[in-house]
């Protein structure tokens, strides 16, 4: 029987959501909770593989259980294996051609950045920019990533295909933090960082927004800063 649960993560006390042998990762997690549920080796498949550092609050991830059990008696038993850092919201039973990764229609993601006085407690959870920023210069040059584009330029890893769209960038400010959107059909390995960097450059005039639109042309260009890992939040995927 194949299950799908939603889950959220604290992604600061992970490296990241692929299996690795020698360290803590959700899929890790995951996996050896349901096999002692199972009795039986299970692999999960996720929506995404999150980098290390990387939260999310609507991560979605399928697996294969050999034993029909309940979703909310699984969801229960889920969470008492896995706490304090991973939670499961929701479980239910899906068809067995669902895929978390390959049926998604949308992924929506936030990246959170703070421009207060420095605060240890926040620091896992967001990127402290202590310099003033020009938010209506980064509003127009996001612009510029709408639409369908070769990302490649804005991504980490060699992959055949680099082309994806984005439907929506906005900007959400609330006192001393600025919560960038991003909703789009695909989004590659370091992606998202890389726009904000780009979108940060712009904003503190070290680059230009000419090239942006070059990169995204395929031009070979200087490369664009990297944000930091702890802002960034799988916010919801649509399937």
Same mark, same amino acid.
């Not at 020698?22 to 549920?37: G, P, V």
């Not at 692999?43 to 290390?52: E, L, Q, S, Y």
């Not at 210069?137 to 680099?162: I, P, Q, W, Y």
């Given at each position: 029987? !194949?299950? *799908? ?14 299996? *690795? ?29 999150? %980098? !290390?550092?990387?939260?999310?609050? %609507?991560?979605?991830?399928?697996? %294969? ?8 008696? *699984? ?92 439907? %929506? ?30 979108? *940060? ?39």
């Amino acid at each position: 029987m !194949r299950y *799908l649960i939603r889950i959220s993560y604290d992604g600061s006390k992970f490296y990241g959501f692929q299996r *690795l042998k020698n360290h803590s990762t959700i899929q890790k997690s995951l996996e050896e909770a349901l096999t002692k549920i199972d009795g039986n080796p299970v692999v999960v498949k996720g929506a995404g593989r999150t %980098d !290390r550092g990387v939260h999310a609050n %609507d991560q979605c991830v399928h697996f %294969d259980l050999n034993h029909e059990i309940p979703s909310e008696g *699984l969801k229960s038993i889920l969470n008492k294996l896995i706490g304090p850092y991973i939670y499961v919201k929701t479980c239910e039973v899906v068809s067995l051609d669902f895929h978390a990764r390959f049926s998604v229609k949308q992924k929506t993601y936030r990246y959170r950045i703070y421009f207060g006085s420095y605060c240890p407690q926040l620091y896992d959870y967001v990127t402290f920019y202590p310099k003033s920023l020009d938010i209506n210069l980064m509003k127009e040059a996001s612009k510029l990533f709408l639409g369908v584009h070769d990302f490649r330029m804005f991504v980490s890893g060699e992959r055949e295909n680099n082309m994806s769209i984005l439907y %929506d960038i906005s900007f959400h400010e609330e006192e001393e933090f600025l919560d960038i959107i991003f909703v789009g059909r695909s989004f590659y390995r370091y992606m998202v960082r890389n726009i904000v960097g780009a979108l *940060l450059d712009v904003s503190s005039k070290k680059r230009e927004s000419s090239e942006i639109v070059r990169a995204l042309n395929g031009e070979e260009v200087k490369q664009f800063s990297t944000a930091m890992s702890q802002g960034l939040y799988l916010e919801k995927i649509e399937y």
